[in-house]
């Protein structure tokens, strides 16, 4: 998942990006209104965390500016002052949560994660396919009761196909999805970690959970049909 940060502190912004990083999102991160602005009209996003008070453009003229351009991407405000005004004053401009400073990392990451299942529809934080669980809370994985041991971008790439199970997943999608904005697109590195996930996920099981659609991209499902 790939979460856009707009964020002038820049230590916090740090702090957070490496946390966010470190559980295997990928993120696009803005130090003032415009960049941020800039990035959230032309980066895809899963969750977009948003400073109110910001350089150059606020947070709030940010989050009508998107939703006026039909951007839909949850938004989570971040506000420095704990007034009802200002959450109200979010609320109403849609954004679908916030977050007051100084917060603990781990509420942020538990907010998140309650941002994506509300987006992807999913009110399990297990997600099940077949007899695959992804624990989205603690990141286990199990396959047959057996734990099953991921990187962080091998975990980001199936939690990616898991939230959107049953659905063609294009190599683009997953680009978009699970790097950032250095990423480059050209290498065969997705190839390399949908190969990686297969050989744990699926080797040695007669039932095969990631599937390739050709010319399309993949598919995680538990179900023939
Ligand atoms: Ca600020």
Same mark, same amino acid.
């Given at each position: 998942?790939?979460?856009?940060?707009?964020?002038?502190?820049?230590?916090?912004?740090?702090?957070?990006?490496?946390?966010?990083?470190?559980?295997?999102?990928?993120?696009?991160?803005?130090?003032?209104?415009?960049?941020?602005?800039?990035?959230?009209?032309?980066?895809?996003?899963?969750?977009?965390?948003?400073?109110?008070?910001?350089?150059?453009?606020?947070? %709030?003229?940010?989050?009508?500016?998107?939703? /006026?351009? #039909?951007? $839909? !991407?949850?938004? =989570?405000?971040?506000?420095?002052?704990?007034?009802?005004?200002?959450?109200?004053?979010?609320?109403?401009?849609?954004?679908?949560?916030?977050?007051?400073?100084?917060?603990?990392?781990?509420?942020?990451?538990?907010?998140?994660?309650a941002l994506?299942r509300r987006k992807?529809?999913?009110?399990?934080?297990?997600?099940?396919?077949?007899?695959?669980? %992804?624990?989205?809370?603690?990141?286990?994985? /199990?396959? #047959?009761? $057996? !734990?099953?041991? =991921?990187?962080?971008?091998?975990?980001?790439?199936?939690?990616?196909?898991?939230?959107?199970?049953?659905?063609?997943?294009?190599?683009?999608?997953?680009?978009?999805?699970?790097?950032?904005?250095?990423?480059?697109?050209?290498?065969?590195?997705?190839?390399?970690?949908?190969?990686?996930?297969?050989?744990?996920?699926?080797?040695?099981?007669?039932?095969?959970?990631?599937?390739?659609?050709?010319?399309?991209?993949?598919?995680?499902?538990?179900?023939?049909?």
């Open positions: 998942m790939r979460i856009t940060l707009i964020e002038d502190e820049k230590q916090l912004a740090n702090i957070v990006k490496k946390g966010l990083e470190e559980e295997g999102y990928s993120v696009d991160a803005a130090h003032d209104g415009e960049e941020g602005l800039y990035m959230v009209e032309n980066y895809p996003s899963d969750v977009v965390i948003l400073d109110i008070m910001l350089p150059l453009l606020d947070g %709030i003229s940010i989050l009508s500016s998107m939703r /006026k351009k #039909g951007i $839909k !991407t949850p938004v =989570l405000l971040l506000t420095a002052r704990d007034t009802i005004t200002d959450k109200i004053k979010g609320l109403d401009s849609g954004a679908d949560d916030y977050l007051t400073k100084p917060f603990k990392f781990g509420e942020l990451l538990a907010r998140i994660r994506i992807a529809d999913i009110k399990d934080t297990v997600i099940r396919i077949g007899d695959l669980e %992804i624990n989205t809370t603690n990141r286990e994985i /199990k396959r #047959g009761g $057996k !734990t099953i041991q =991921l990187s962080t971008k091998e975990y980001a790439m199936l939690q990616y196909m898991a939230y959107n199970k049953d659905k063609i997943v294009s190599r683009t999608d997953l680009i978009e999805h699970i790097y950032d904005e250095n990423f480059d697109a050209n290498s065969n590195v997705l190839d390399v970690y949908i190969n990686f996930l297969r050989n744990k996920i699926d080797k040695g099981f007669k039932k095969k959970l990631i599937h390739t659609v050709r010319g399309a991209g993949y598919i995680l499902k538990g179900s023939e049909e």
